[in-house]
């Protein structure tokens, strides 16, 4: 569903089932989208005179933004749904909203949405020449997350194939953790390994590919990338999780687990950081971590994925005018 | 004082009065702005270096949208002004707020507002070099939908002589109601008839040059166009209205009722529709609704008002230098 | 620190300090970004390819908008962080806010916050390549209203030194009265007063080179420029003010009291207007008032100042380079 009948990328909905070259495709071509910090914005036409809706039916200013940096950067027109003010808080249905968006003319759907199956269905019923890009979508997938942090992995270990990575936290609520597994796998990491407290950890993830560790120490050893979640709010003092502070005694990656992990192991976390939650400031703002090369590169992967698929669209158009 | 001396459009607040070759003239135009769905958008840079102000003191996340999509595309500097946190809300009265925004460098207002006034009084009291443009006025008119409503019945049937239409629903509070009365009277429509529960009918419309229906099936017969209008929910379960389901029983427009009009007669709704309120979820998607046509039309009946607004004041302009 | 090594403006955070040709800099540059009202737009490719982050921590409509309008204007891309629902609000620090922004890659931060040293903060932990302009930050400084009052003046006073100058009203609150004496002082103004009640006057303000007046009738006498503030909604009817019947009476600007002032006084206000609270709508509205020709300037001057602090970047990394 998220490819063409040629196999290029149509919408990107999840890291799940993208064939390998593809993913190493959004990879190369994220590449030459990144701007080093104090150089001039790369800035490129590939969507001028194309229109981007951002759905945002949850709120994520900081996905918001990095979409629409990166639509700005590919010149399209961008507009901002004011979702939660709009005709869908008048009690009009999801289908009824796209059908009104897509009639006033757009190219591209990035939505976000607290529902797990948002993203597809959306995809499955927008007019034919949308591209549907998921930001997130409930506890399923949130692709170009999974997408920016192999960039970050691939930039400092360019071969995953002898890699062992961790994700570590709370695994069973993650749409990350999920679409990271699925990316690693297809780009054949050596081992995918998931740290949580069994509170935390989805059953039969073992399924996934997966070693499952309840033990930090033990999950950290040897490790090449560790992958740290954020803790959410509204997990902490309940029946998952009895306390911030023991979950930090636990779980908290502290100076001196990481020394578990390789010696030029990479530290990464998708933000906003909990310090001294999930991770110690000390090692979040230290030597081994990436966490802000992430952000960087998260711009670079949503140009690459919207300009991506708005050239599948213009192939696709091309092919119907020829037949 | 929506034209200039010449007879151009200056601001566009009503379609009350405005002559029919300029009414005319704005469908022919927005006919070049529609893009088919799927095609490339039409851009075209006659607001280039102009600024429209976006001033939706009710809020209107569809209609607003609408009008940054066609600035956009007429590629215009777009702000939209947060008004309901802005010094507005400070105590600053509305000729404060409109002296300060001009003050800034802009070229037109986009007006959207609870009070029935509120459009002309900005158009009286700003500067003379700004357009307005009514986005909806209380009761009073909400010109640019009457329009595109115009430009979907001119699609689908060119000649408004012998036509037959109806607008039927909450009549008495419907400023679109009104502006499509005035704008159809104009192009010489062939019958206006109204239908609505004596409750939601105004005093006197029949003075509009309408034909007056309280029977759903009666007003119904061989008509050409049916528009119907969103029910407001604060209506709902009041003495204007005693129940939803009976108004649904008694105007609800049925597969069944819509067989009393032309087989070829088209379905219209402003939008956002209560489905099984006013309009059968089977009418409002099946083959005789125009629904979404009207929201595509939208767009380019805003960016063909914007930009004869916008060339009247060169005009004018250029005149004063000459002088 | 906000200049650069060879004296030009990196930062603008308050106008104390600032050497007397670069405010002098400012104001030449900001007189030819000025649009005459009804005439097209002045626009510049200064900017393009950068990008502003509104950080607006503190709402302030008009302020936000008078700084979009600028970039626009400068062809920047601009983004409004919607940073009361950010992550800020899910616990994150301040600092890692800002790494995080300038991780999506941006190069100018235009800053309001209630707290008084939250753009010098951010100025000093931000990275290298980014300028940071405040836009009013606690009690302590509003350089760009000081900026845009000065070339007010200027337009109709060109010479700073025989000038009378008085400030009315909440001097004690006032981060623009601060901003204000400075860049005054700087430009040499003849005499600087302050006008105020001894409770909103602050302790020690004589040591900023002005003259304390609690009596308006004769801090009014021979004045060629009336600054008046706006009386904030929160200190009314409080200890520090009886009430707003007694302040009127004894501060507020009516005609009468204006007679005092030079015949060819101007009267200025930052907007937006407490009509009957601390001047008379006669006033506001009268010959003498320039309250709108400031909001025009306001623009201009956030144009000059951002080109200024990306040409000064621009200068910094071809040194960097040629080294």
Redesign the interface.
């Known amino acids: 569903m998220q490819l063409t009948a040629d196999g290029k990328l149509k919408h990107f909905l999840t890291t799940e089932g993208i064939p390998p070259l593809l993913l190493e495709e959004i990879l190369d071509r994220a590449e030459q989208f990144v701007?080093l910090?104090?150089k001039?914005?790369v800035?490129a036409p590939l969507l001028r005179?194309?229109?981007v809706m951002n759905l945002f039916f949850e709120?994520s200013?900081?996905t918001?933004?990095?979409f629409?940096?990166a639509a700005?950067?590919l010149s399209a027109?961008l507009?901002n749904?004011?979702?939660r003010?709009?005709?869908t808080s008048?009690?009009?249905?999801l289908l009824?909203?796209i059908?009104?968006?897509?009639?006033?003319?757009c190219d591209m759907f990035v939505v976000r949405h607290s529902s797990s199956s948002a993203a597809h269905f959306i995809a499955k019923y927008c007019?034919?020449?949308i591209s549907v890009i998921n930001a997130g979508d409930g506890r399923h997938a949130h692709p170009t997350q999974a997408m920016l942090d192999m960039l970050t992995i691939r930039q400092h270990k360019p071969d995953f194939t002898p890699l062992k990575i961790a994700i570590v936290g709370d695994i069973k609520h993650s749409r990350v953790a999920r679409s990271e597994i699925h990316a690693l796998n297809t780009l054949c990491a050596g081992e995918i390994r998931v740290i949580a407290p069994i509170t935390l950890m989805p059953n039969g993830i073992e399924d996934m590919g997966v070693k499952v560790y309840t033990n930090m120490e033990e999950g950290l050893k040897d490790l090449d990338v560790v992958i740290m979640l954020r803790l959410q709010?509204e997990r902490m003092n309940t029946a998952q999780l009895p306390s911030v502070r023991e979950y930090y005694a636990r779980y908290g990656l502290t100076e001196e687990r990481l020394k578990l992990a390789k010696p030029d192991a990479i530290v990464m976390h998708p933000?906003?950081?909990?310090?001294g939650v999930e991770i110690d400031s000390r090692v979040a703002d230290g030597s081994q971590s990436v966490i802000?090369?992430q952000?960087?590169n998260?711009?670079a992967v949503r140009m690459a994925v919207m300009s991506m698929a708005i050239a599948s669209q213009a192939s696709l158009?091309k092919e119907k005018g020829a037949s």
């Open positions: 701007s910090p104090g001039a914005q800035k005179g194309k229109t709120n200013t900081r918001r933004t990095t629409e940096l700005k950067r027109d507009v749904l004011d979702i003010n709009s005709a008048k009690g009009e249905s009824d909203t059908r009104n968006i897509e009639a006033m003319g007019a034919p020449h709010h933000g906003p950081v909990n310090r802000l090369q952000v960087t998260g711009v158009a």
